[in-house]
């Protein structure tokens, strides 16, 4: 590239855009300029983000800030969502991450290598602050809610903030081979996994592990995945994401387009032709996440879930990857696979008045209350 060319590539113009239909202008970058950033993450996909709005866009609209060079290529990404909720007894107007609410995990703005527009973002849109009174950002990767964070802090005197971690994340670091993975686990461990499947072949015959490869394999497992888990959350009194028909819709919608686009890692344990248990996860670049699993209760005693997860990880170290993210949460389940940790946080920018301050306050000390429920309530699931 000559001098000429390079100072074009490097003017920068920010484009803002309101509407879906806008934002398909966009689509075709999207997914290049994630694949090859930092935060390259199966949740903040053009094709996760359109599904969301194909579902959820009707209670808000798309606030995207799209950064381009001089060249016209795509450099970076700020993917908001306008729409009013209610913080305690107030009604605000807020800008919340596009895509959240619907289990994703690590969330931000994307950027091209060695481009970083955050403080941009936070200028534009507090120089627009006339249209919004909170920033509420859930589920961020806390290292882009730190850098969030200092941009606001250069304006503290008209705008207060609030972060706090939401989850810790436990993430496996995949080695090269499953055998060196395996000597990481404890014995006793790897020795239960041993007698399960060996117990489950010798009292059921041969186990089949399968991955979902067409649309009416992906079906069949669909309707049992959400079978064993409606069924276990009913057990203990409550109801589960699942419940919720426009969370199950997304992820039905979603799950059949990341097949199609070979993202979609679906495995199914099957005993004597019939499900035992079915695990829900996705490949994206080089992590595999884990969203959700699931198992027949007259199977339990086999652990087919635990059997299952163990494939998982087998075939992702098997197709290269780096990295398995077992996503939100430190349940046993996960821990005992030997992950290191990361963490997600919720930032909320807030404008200076004493309404909205007040009712921040008020939904903060709220929030607290809830995650302390749930804690008991996944601890007491875990006894």
């Not at 999207?30 to 709005?53: D, H, P, Q, R, V």
């Not at 276990?232 to 199609?260: E, V, Y």
Request: hydrophobic fraction near 40%.
């Amino acid at each position: 590239m000559d001098p000429q060319e390079s100072r074009r590539a490097d003017v920068i113009s920010i484009n803002v855009v309101t509407s879906a239909d806008h934002l398909r202008s966009v689509a075709p970058g999207w997914n290049k300029l994630l694949e090859a950033s930092s935060s390259c993450n199966i949740f903040l996909t053009w094709e996760w983000m359109a599904t969301w709005l194909d579902v959820f866009g009707l209670g808000g609209e798309p606030f995207v800030l799209a950064f381009t060079g001089g060249d016209g290529s795509l450099t970076g990404l700020a993917p908001l969502f306008s729409t009013r909720v209610r913080f305690g007894p107030l009604a605000v107007r807020a800008l919340r991450l596009l895509g959240t609410g619907v289990g994703a995990d690590h969330m931000g703005f994307i950027w091209s290598p060695g481009r970083d527009f955050t403080e941009q973002v936070i200028q534009r849109l507090i120089d627009e602050d006339h249209t919004w009174d909170v920033f509420d950002f859930a589920w961020m990767d806390a290292g882009h809610a730190r850098r969030v964070l200092q941009a606001v802090e250069r304006h503290r005197r008209t705008h207060g903030s609030i972060l706090r971690e939401t989850a810790k994340c436990p993430v496996l670091s995949l080695p090269s081979s499953w055998d060196a993975y395996v000597k990481t686990l404890s014995a006793n461990f790897r020795s239960g996994l041993r007698r399960s499947r060996l117990r489950l072949e010798r009292e059921h015959g041969p186990v089949d592990f399968r991955q979902v490869v067409t649309q009416e394999e992906f079906a069949t497992a669909w309707d049992a995945l959400i079978s064993f888990h409606c069924e276990r959350w009913l057990s203990r009194g409550l109801q589960g994401a699942f419940a919720d028909p426009l969370f199950t819709l997304f992820h039905r919608r979603f799950g059949a387009l990341a097949l199609r686009k070979g993202w979609l890692r679906f495995y199914v344990l099957r005993v004597r032709d019939e499900i035992a248990a079915t695990l829900y996860c996705f490949r994206f670049g080089s992590c595999v996440c884990y969203f959700q699993g699931g198992f027949n209760p007259a199977w339990s005693r086999h652990g087919p879930g635990r059997l299952l997860m163990a494939h998982a990880i087998r075939r992702a170290i098997e197709e290269g990857a780096t990295d398995f993210d077992f996503l939100r949460g430190t349940e046993r389940h996960k821990m005992h696979w030997k992950p290191r940790l990361r963490s997600d946080c919720h930032l909320v920018v807030f404008r200076r008045d004493s309404r909205i301050s007040a009712a921040i306050a008020l939904k903060d000390l709220v929030g607290r209350a809830q995650r302390l429920a749930r804690l008991i309530m996944r601890r007491e699931g875990n006894s």
